[in-house]
């Protein structure tokens, strides 16, 4: 019987049918929901840290750069908790038990601690379907959780639309 779900979102595009996942799921079993936001360097849409090997040339250019990346910081943290916000209100609307926390870390063994820290019965979480160099060098949150996570793991996938199938097929053809 599951009693606590860990949701873990991003700003990616799937990141709204991972929480309609979820919620579907808690609903059914009136189960309890954490949602964790992972703030993490690689995620997508977050600043860029300034370069600082030129600091004694140009020491006024490095502290405005650090201002500049501490404000786009700011924003970014803040989006995501409105995003978190967003989520935990719909969910408690309809009667479900929702939290929320974003912590800042890497994001694999970041949600592995929590579920662990948390207790829960279920990490629902989604894939961006990264493979071959992509997967390689950036890594997939996805299969460290699955490897590593103290529960069991829902993986919701990216869907394919069928105009990108479609266009994988011929680019395929077109190779041989």
Same mark, same amino acid.
């Given at each position: 019987? $599951?009693?606590?779900?860990l949701v873990a979102l991003d700003?990616?595009?799937?990141?709204?049918?991972?929480?309609?996942? %979820?919620?579907?799921?808690?609903?059914?079993?009136?189960?309890?929901?954490?949602? $964790? !936001?992972?703030?993490?360097?690689?995620?997508?849409?977050?600043?860029?840290?300034?370069?600082? &090997?030129?600091?004694?040339?140009?020491?006024?250019?490095?502290?405005?750069?650090?201002?500049?990346?501490?404000?786009? /910081?700011?924003?970014?943290?803040?989006?995501?908790?409105?995003? $978190?916000?967003?989520? &935990? %209100?719909?969910?408690?609307?309809?009667?479900?038990?929702?939290?929320?926390?974003?912590?800042?870390?890497?994001?694999?063994?970041?949600?592995?601690?929590? %579920?662990?820290? /948390?207790?829960?019965?279920?990490?629902?979480?989604?894939?961006?379907?990264? &493979?071959?160099?992509?997967? $390689?060098?950036?890594?997939?949150?996805?299969?460290?959780?699955?490897? !590593? %996570?103290?529960? &069991?793991?829902?993986?919701? !996938? !990216?869907?394919?639309?069928?105009?990108?199938?479609?266009?994988?097929?011929?680019?395929?053809?077109?190779?041989?």
């Amino acid at each position: 019987m $599951l009693k606590k779900i860990l949701v873990a979102l991003d700003r990616s595009q799937i990141a709204k049918q991972v929480f309609e996942e %979820a919620l579907a799921l808690a609903k059914g079993t009136q189960a309890n929901l954490l949602l $964790l !936001h992972v703030l993490s360097p690689t995620e997508e849409g977050s600043p860029y840290l300034p370069m600082l &090997s030129n600091m004694e040339y140009y020491p006024g250019f490095t502290s405005q750069s650090f201002e500049l990346y501490q404000k786009q /910081w700011d924003s970014f943290k803040n989006e995501g908790v409105e995003i $978190l916000q967003s989520f &935990s %209100a719909q969910a408690n609307t309809i009667g479900i038990s929702t939290e929320f926390t974003q912590i800042v870390g890497h994001p694999g063994p970041t949600i592995c601690k929590i %579920a662990t820290t /948390w207790d829960a019965d279920l990490i629902i979480m989604g894939r961006r379907g990264r &493979s071959g160099l992509a997967e $390689l060098f950036l890594g997939s949150v996805s299969n460290y959780v699955l490897h !590593h %996570a103290p529960c &069991s793991v829902h993986i919701v !996938h !990216h869907p394919i639309s069928v105009q990108n199938a479609e266009k994988v097929v011929v680019e395929t053809t077109n190779n041989f």
